[in-house]
C-alpha cells in the first residue's frame, strides 16, 4: 500500500446519544504513515468520532474501510480483529491501578495477543524503553507522574502492534511541565511512520506534526487542509482563529 492510499477510511459517520446528534455525516481517509489532527470546540465531536474509528462506540451509520475491505462490525470475530489494528490512547491513560507498569503492558499481551509470559514480558520492555521508561515497569500508577502514566499508555498501546493509533487529547490531563514528554514520544512515533488521528489542542502538535489539520464543529468537519493551507502568514481560516485562542490561554506561540 502507498503512502496516498487509505489504510482507513469512513463515509457517512453518524452517531446520536438520544436527542443529541454528535456526529452528523463524517467522511475522511488516512493514508498510511500519514497524521491527521483534529481541532475544534468541546462538544464538536471529536472524542466521538474517534471512538466511533475503532468502534468502541458504535457508529448508528456510516461504512468502514480497512486497508480496502469494508469492515463488517456487526461480525464479533472481524470486529475484534479490527480492533487490535487501530490503538487507542485515552486522556485520563486507563492503566489498571492494581498492576505494575510492566503488567498492564503484559496483561494486554497475553490476553489479546496470548503471548506466553515471558514472551510478554520481553516485548513489554522493548515498549517501555521505546517511550523512555524501562527503569520504572516495577512501579505502580499511583507511583507514576501523569506524563509516565500516558507513556505506559502508549507503550501498552504499541505492543498490539497497531497499523493505526487513535489518540484522545493526550495531553490535556497533564500539568504543563508534563506535557513535553509525551509530545517527544508522539513525536518519535511520527518520524518512525506511525498512523495516526490525533486530537489536540496542543498547538505545536497541530503547526509541526500534522499533516492534514480536520477542523470539528457542530458534529462535521467544518474546515480541513494543511497546516500551510490553515495557519498560513495572513489566512482568515476557522483553525487560525482557534489556535489564536488557544494562544491567547496558553501562551503557546503558533
Known sequence: MSRSEPILKVENITKSFGTAHILKGVDLELPKGGIKILIGPSGGGKSTLLQCLNCLVT????????????????KSKE????????????QDFNLFDHLTALDNIIIA???VKKKNKQQAKE??????EQVGLSDKGHLYPAELSGGQKQRVAIARALA???????LDEPTSALDPELVGEVVAVIRSLAQKGMTMIMAT?????IRNLADEILFMKDGL?????????LLGAGVCTLSQGF?????EITGEEI
Open 123 to 128: 516485548r513489554a520492555m522493548v515498549e517501555l
Open 201 to 205: 489542542h496542543q498547538i505545536s502538535l
Open 109 to 111: 499481551l497475553c490476553k
Open 160 to 166: 498490539m502492534d497497531p497499523k493505526v493509533l487513535l
Open 243 to 247: 489556535c489564536d485562542k488557544l494562544n
Open 79 to 90: 470486529l475484534y480483529a479490527f480492533r487490535q489494528q487501530v490503538g487507542m490512547i485515552f
Open 59 to 74: 457508529p448508528d451509520s456510516g461504512t468502514i474501510w480497512f486497508n480496502g475491505s469494508v469492515v463488517d462490525i456487526q
Open 221 to 229: 468537519i467544518a474546515e480541513q487542509g494543511t497546516p500551510r493551507e
